[in-house]
């Protein structure tokens, strides 16, 4: 019974992890809702792309006095703002981003307007967005199940590192290994294939994606070595366990990847 209870405790720490995680992370849809006329408006802001296609705004808007326009530009570049008007369509506003290559980040604002008032859908600061190429499900599902299965194992652990009357070793040993598998060997394939880099942590670059996941593959593998012959070593399994939860709680994709516009030859445009 005791077990049974540890193994739901952990799912449930798994689970809320993971969903902070998604749902604080840069990547993750802004979604709002605004009134305009007397006409409530919904809309989500995708602030993550694929590069195979322009990002196609649209936005219900049945009011038909109600018009926008979207302005645009390359992140952190000193590009002009660009200004494009939705187009209606029916009882929705539609308009288009221009693809960017692997790793670029474009600003960009969604402003409605009627007679009487106009308004920013994402208020003063622009959503940013970044374009990633397709990445295969054979790879990004292996990852995201991987990981998710080493976060469990590694909070079974650190449960187990606490009851005197269990030994971690085992599950220690799991969430090494799924931890080494998920974020050393299917995570830079899945970066490989989203941005054209397989590593961009530490020595090469400081992507924290990257950095956080050797931090923590460190901190286990260091859990495991302490445990050799089969000892517990509860203190530092449950701190192997402590860091792999902080480092879940780090939003995904923060400080990730990122193109650098300046350093094109020749500085890329936007498409016209």
């Given at each position: ?9 952990a ?18 849809p ?51 703002w ?21 790793a670029?980040k474009?600003?960009y ?9 106009e ?6 600061d ?26 469990l ?39 490989k ?34 445990g ?14 402590i ?15 990122e ?9 890329s445009?936007?498409?016209?």
């Amino acid at each position: 019974m005791k077990k049974t209870a540890f193994w739901i405790i952990a799912v449930l720490i798994t689970f809320s992890s993971a969903l902070y995680q998604r749902l604080t992370g840069p990547t993750y849809p802004i979604k709002g809702k605004t009134m305009i006329d007397d006409s409530e408006i919904a809309y989500e802001l995708e602030r993550s792309h694929e590069t195979i296609k322009d990002y196609e705004i649209t936005i219900e808007v049945d009011n038909q006095e109600i018009t926008g326009n979207l302005i645009y530009k390359r992140h952190k570049t000193d590009d002009p703002w660009t200004k494009v008007p939705f187009i209606r369509k029916v009882d929705s506003l539609v308009a288009s981003l221009p693809k960017q290559p692997a790793a670029g980040k474009m600003e960009y604002k969604v402003i409605l307007a009627s007679q009487e008032k106009e308004i920013s859908l994402s208020g003063e600061d622009p959503v940013i967005i970044r374009f990633k190429r397709p990445v295969p499900s054979a790879v990004l599902i292996p990852h995201v199940i991987i990981m998710f299965l080493a976060m469990l194992f590694s909070t079974r652990a650190g449960i187990a590192a606490l009851d005197s009357k269990s030994n971690p070793r085992k599950f220690a040993l799991w969430a090494a290994g799924l931890l080494i598998v998920g974020g050393l060997i299917f995570g830079p394939v899945v970066q490989k294939y989203a941005f054209g880099e397989l590593w961009t942590g530490f020595p090469v670059s400081s992507d924290l994606t990257d950095n956080k996941t050797l931090i923590a593959v460190i901190g286990w593998i260091a859990a495991v070595i302490a445990g050799r012959g089969g000892k517990p070593a509860r203190w530092w399994v449950l701190g192997a366990s402590i860091l792999l939860l902080v480092v879940y709680l780090i939003p995904h994709s923060l400080l990730g990847s990122e193109l650098d516009y300046s350093k094109m030859n020749p500085p890329s445009t936007l498409p016209k």
